[in-house]
Nanobody
């Protein structure tokens, strides 16, 4: 049974930074592509960033240059470092995982991911 648990969310002022974590248990972490998505109430869950099992990284245009996605395979952890946060970044942030081949870019759409965490709230005050 694969389980994903996010942590590290919270309240921060605009311009500040937060790092959210995704701990993965079950399976072999290095086999997974990892994605980050976010969702506001009443809105669809949207892509934020992803990192492949080969460490290729992709970002939504809205976060490029401000957010960094990374992974620590020995620790079974994925990270999303968020800098220069804006009020419009306020959302519940979810990590997701899917087993995939090496040497390819990670999936960018939520329907491509098989496993999801419960989410962590990030609130950016103006």
């Amino acid at each position: 049974q694969v389980q994903l648990v996010e942590s590290g969310g919270g309240l921060v002022q605009a311009g500040g930074s937060l790092r959210v974590f995704c701990a993965v248990s079950g399976g072999t972490f290095s086999d997974y592509h990892m994605g980050w998505f976010r969702q506001l109430p009443g809105k669809e869950r949207e892509f934020v960033a992803a990192i492949s099992r080969s460490a290729y990284k992709d970002y939504a245009d809205s976060v490029k240059g401000r957010f960094t996605v990374d992974r620590d395979n020995p620790k079974n952890l994925a990270y999303l470092q968020m800098n220069s946060l804006k009020p419009e970044d306020t959302a519940v942030y979810y990590c997701a995982a899917v087993i995939g081949p090496a040497g390819v870019r990670p999936p960018l759409t939520r329907d491509r991911y098989d496993y999801w965490g419960q989410g962590t709230q990030v609130t950016v005050s103006s």
